[in-house]
Antibody, heavy 120, light 113 residues
Framework: QITLKESGPTLVKPTQTLTLTCTFS??????????VGWIRQPPGKALEWLTL???????RYSPSLKSRLTIIKDTSKNQVVLTMTNMDPVDTATYYC????????????WGQGTLVTVSS | DIVMTQSPDSLAVSLGERATINCKSS????????????LAWYQQKPGQPPKLLIY???TRESGVPDRFSGSGSGTDFTLAISGLQAADVAVYYC?????????FGQGTKLDIK
């Protein structure tokens, strides 16, 4: 049974750095083809893909946010960490981590998401 | 970026009837080397994360009822839901995964008439 759970602050101030952790179980991020991605959704709006890390440490970033994003994995802890710098109120959203397989960024298991509000 | 545009933005369909949602990509998401369309569909109910319904434009995810079907190729795709049930009320998103950024459509809200 695959599960993922996001954790991190619910409130950050503008210009601060956001760090979110995705803790997962039921799969290994060292298995060929497996990936973990981050997707966000502002309140009442559509989904936006942010970044994805694969089993072989290949990393993909949204070009529009690449300068602000970092994704790393800790295979021994079954965790993936997302950092986003220089947070702004427009970054207020529910942040999801999700599992992909087969080397394709199709997300078949999702965490419940964590709402991050950016406000002073 | 490949822009994904869904239509309509919302629709209401009677119970037991068929709902059809369209998704158009600004560039083809058909990879000719393997003849696969890099297009997925998700369902999102209020307060829940998205659920994968279909990938490769027409392959149903395990456990998804066969009332849900995907079709299309290149730039034009359709998600059809037959025998609409109350549990199908949700927002539906298409996503292309051919190239980064892996973009989603704006969503289509499906309600019961």
């Amino acid at each position: 049974q695959i599960t993922l759970k996001e954790s991190g602050p619910t409130l950050v101030k503008p210009t601060q750095t956001l760090t979110l952790t995705c803790t997962f179980s039921g799969f290994s991020l060292s298995t060929s083809g497996v990936g973990v991605g981050w997707i966000r959704q502002p309140p009442g709006k559509a989904l936006e893909w942010l970044t994805l890390i694969y089993w072989d440490d290949d990393k993909r970033y949204s070009p529009s946010l690449k300068s602000r994003l970092t994704i790393i994995k800790d295979t021994s802890k079954n965790q993936v960490v997302l950092t986003m710098t220089n947070m702004d109120p427009v970054d207020t959203a529910t942040y999801y981590c999700a599992h992909s397989n087969g080397g394709n960024p199709v997300f078949d298991y999702w965490g419940q998401g964590t709402l991050v509000t950016v406000s002073s | 970026d490949i822009v994904m545009t869904q239509s309509p933005d919302s629709l209401a369909v009677s119970l037991g009837e068929r709902a059809t949602i369209n998704c158009k990509s600004s560039q083809s998401v058909l990879y000719t080397s393997n003849n696969r369309n890099y297009l997925a569909w998700y369902q999102q109910k209020p307060g829940q994360p998205p659920k994968l319904l279909i990938y490769w434009a027409s392959t149903r995810e395990s456990g998804v009822p066969d009332r849900f079907s995907g079709s299309g190729s290149g730039t034009d795709f359709t998600l059809a839901i037959s025998g609409l049930q109350a549990a199908d009320v949700a927002v539906y998103y298409c996503q292309q995964y051919l190239s980064t950024p892996y973009t989603f459509g704006q969503g289509t809200k499906l309600d019961i008439k």
